[in-house]
């Protein structure tokens, strides 16, 4: 080979390994030991992640030979010890196993599903919540779980709205840092501890049409700044893993995603955590039509930064080859392995590999029963209220109807795989215990919420005939929603609806209790109920909770972290929409357009001639058993300096007769930009407590910093003008005020 082309070929090899060398940043002395002691075949064992089946001998010969570096869904401590032996004892080095699980709300305690533990609001409640089910799950040998998701979720047919914190970046970003702080606690070392993993990185929430794995195409602004900052504040609350998602991204899968694992994780966010794939989906990126086959997988992935796969075999069936070969460098290898072992050196695993079995099934403790039984109770939103709530000290006699009345197993919603149902506190149950056995009639009718069954009315409704109220649970079973149970039609369902009708028919007040995975169309319901409480899928204590909330005991203080449609067909639905050229003004609605209508009789502006487009109710819509008062926004000057903050503030009072819990939602809207912006952006908000007659002003600071967006050129901008300011108890009520950013 010629001098020249022989240059021309080192310069190629050169910038190949350049672009390939790792951010291989400073480990520890043990891990930095480690990497110059392990072989190839070591070090691609450590990235290799499997379903456990149970201390089997094909396990277990895998686990010797160094093929395992982590286990999920392994649950039983005795189990987990022995598989962890063979690792520690068995092995060249004794590199200890992780074991994992989807510990997503509660490990045996049940609390509340994400979606309603994001309507309580409350970062504390949430981080207790996850601090309870990692004390319970490390019980187990659980040391790290696939929790917080935090993806941004804006179509209710999708079915993993469950597992989210809803619609809105700030309360996501919030709410998902709390769990990360509740599985970690202070120091991950501790054994009662699990690694966090914030998922799915990134987009999984705008697969289109709401239907899951889809692809997902996302304008730049929108992955900036909606889908991206809840993951960067995870990153930046110390997430020790990410796990990325299933979906495309404008063509290329997050798996293979350079902008997301290295320019974003990895580069802007300063990520030293380790990144896992989701289930498999190194090797979907050959049926996405990106991977030729399961080696092409295994160099994409690995060469974009994903360090450990989840049970597609890519990396323990190629990624030695691919080193041997030259495609993927031995630099890239090491960071991949640094990072895995990294991992389980902060989990303290080198020098404590065993569960505790004298500590072991930790379970049900009282005060985590409290813990879950508030938090489904601060999940708890009423939605509507002619008076008939709270139920009056002695309200007669009490039926009980709807399919979601007595659902031991489906009250707990989606990823519930480890709690017994017969621990699961039902409504029905909870009521008898509060007004007596006599005095609550069991006239549940349909047994399910699929349930079709016309003779079901039929009992429910002569079980009913001489109440006095009835309370009807409706909703979903826990299966209608989660991973790849997506739905297209939103209302409730089999036969509730016809149900509601026909109990309504014995004009007796009706409130309807939903307990559902996701935002449902209740319109119809809506109309027949004299009050509604909606409280999504709540877990264990769902049972007391309801009745602490029905009686009057707790004062409903939940809020909607998603909006609710009016019907199906409005999805995608959030509040902050852009305004349009053609902003909906008057509605002429489907029933009003007269006969033979003009072409242009109904506006020509932007709305659903069935249907409107507003929600049912808005993101941030919570009703309480009293009522606030809040006063115009008042400001404390009407311009503002890019280095200057101005106060917005609002007088918050309680107008009636007991005490109350009630939050203040500030709401910032950018009237021109060089690319148009939603008319509004929640950037804050503050639960406040007030007792009857009780007024204070809720102050908040408004900085440029909460007017920055990402502009066309991928630039953080704060771009002079004018700037509306709303502080209101949802995303659709109250007036702006204006102030000018010079
Ligand atoms: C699933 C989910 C992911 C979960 C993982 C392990 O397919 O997408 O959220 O953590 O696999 O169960």
Redesign the pocket.
């Given at each position: 080979m010629n001098n020249n082309i022989k240059r021309g070929a080192i310069i190629v090899l050169a910038s190949v390994a350049l672009f390939q060398s790792a951010d291989v940043s400073a480990h520890s002395k043990r891990v930095e030991d480690l990497l110059s002691r392990m072989t190839v075949a070591e070090k691609v064992g450590q990235l290799n992640q499997l379903s456990g089946w149970g201390y089997a001998p094909g396990m277990t010969a895998m686990i010797r030979a160094g093929q395992v570096s982590s286990l999920?869904?392994e649950v039983d401590p005795v189990v987990v010890n022995k598989l962890q032996k063979v690792a520690v004892d068995s092995t060249r080095l004794g590199i200890p196993l992780i074991f994992a699980r989807?510990v997503i709300h509660g490990f045996k305690t049940m609390f509340p599903i994400p979606l309603g533990q994001a309507a309580t609001w409350d970062a504390e409640t949430v981080r207790q919540g996850a601090a309870i089910a990692a004390d319970e799950a490390s019980s187990a040998g659980v040391r790290w779980t696939?929790s917080p998701?935090v993806d941004i979720a804006r179509d209710a047919r999708w079915g993993r709205i469950a597992?989210g914190f809803g619609e809105d970046p700030y309360l996501t970003s919030l709410l998902g840092v709390a769990m990360v702080k509740g599985y970690q606690g202070d120091d991950l070392s501790r054994p009662n501890t699990m690694a966090a993993?914030t998922?799915?990185f990134a987009g999984y929430g705008y697969g289109e049409g709401g239907r899951d794995y889809n692809s997902a195409y996302i304008a730049p602004g929108v992955l900036e700044d909606v889908i991206l900052p809840p993951f960067e504040a995870c990153a930046k609350a110390g997430s020790a893993t990410f796990?990325n998602s299933?979906n495309e991204i404008n063509g290329i899968p997050a798996n293979a995603s350079h902008y997301l694992l290295k320019d974003k994780l990895r580069k802007a966010w300063n990520y030293d955590g380790m990144v896992v794939s989701?289930?498999n989906s190194a090797m979907q990126m050959v049926p996405q039509g990106y991977a030729r086959d399961l080696r092409d997988a295994a160099r994409i992935a690995a060469l974009a930064g994903m360090d450990m796969d989840?049970e597609s075999h890519a990396y323990i069936g190629n990624l030695q080859d691919l080193v041997e070969k030259g495609e993927v460098s031995m630099a890239v290898l090491d960071s991949l392995t640094a990072n895995v072992l990294t991992l389980k050196e902060r989990l303290g695993l080198f020098d404590n590999p065993y569960v505790d079995l004298g500590k072991a099934n930790r379970y049900y403790a009282p005060e985590s029963l409290k813990a879950a039984r508030q938090a489904a109770a601060m999940s708890a939103i009423l939605l509507k209220n002619d008076g008939v709530l709270p139920l009056k000290a002695r309200p007669g006699r009490i039926a009980v109807a709807g399919p979601m009345a007595d659902a031991k197993h489906d009250q707990n919603g989606t990823w519930s795989f480890d709690m017994e149902k017969e621990r699961t506190v039902t409504p029905l149950a909870s009521l008898r215990e509060r007004y007596g056995k006599k005095n609550v009639i069991d006239a549940r009718g349909l047994e399910f919420s699929r349930d079709k069954e016309r003779a079901h009315i039929d009992r429910a409704v002569a079980a009913a005939a001489d109440a006095d109220i009835i309370l009807y649970f409706a909703g979903e079973e826990a299966v209608l929603s989660g991973?790849a149970h997506c739905r297209t039609d939103l209302t409730l369902p089999g036969a509730q609806a016809a149900e509601l009708q026909a109990l309504k028919a014995l004009d007796k007040p009706v409130v309807v209790v939903v307990m559902a995975g996701r935002p449902l169309e209740i319109s119809e319901q809506n109309d027949l109920a004299d009050a509604i409480v909606y409280y999504f899928h709540p877990g264990t204590m769902g049972g007391p909770a309801i009745v602490d909330v029905l009686s009057g005991d707790f004062n409903p203080q939940g809020h909607l972290p998603v909006c609710l449609p009016r019907t199906s067909g409005q999805m995608p639905l959030y509040y902050a929409q852009t305004n349009t050229g053609r902003p909906a003004s008057e509605i002429v609605l489907i029933d009003d357009i007269p006969l033979e209508a003009g072409q242009t009789s109904t506006g020509c502006t932007s709305f659903y001639l069935d249907a409107g487009n507003t929600p049912l109710y808005p993101f941030g819509y919570g009703l309480s058993y009293t009522e606030f008062d809040f006063s115009p926004v008042r400001l404390s000057s009407a311009t503002m300096d890019r280095e200057g903050n101005i106060t917005a503030t609002c007088t918050v009072t309680n107008k009636g007769d007991r005490e109350g819990t009630t939050i203040a939602q500030l709401y910032v809207g950018d009237k021109v930009a060089s690319l148009v912006q939603p008319v509004k952006v929640m950037k804050n908000f503050e639960k406040i407590i007030l007792k009857p007659g009780e007024s204070r002003d809720v102050n908040f600071t408004i900085t440029a910093d909460n007017l920055m967006f990402t502009d066309r050129n991928m630039n953080r901008v704060v771009e002079p003008g004018e700037f509306n300011v709303w502080i209101a108890s949802d995303s659709q009520t109250g007036k702006p005020v204006t102030f000018n950013l010079n």
């Open positions: 999920l869904n989807d696939f998701m597992e993993c998922k799915h796990m299933f989701d289930w989840m991973e």
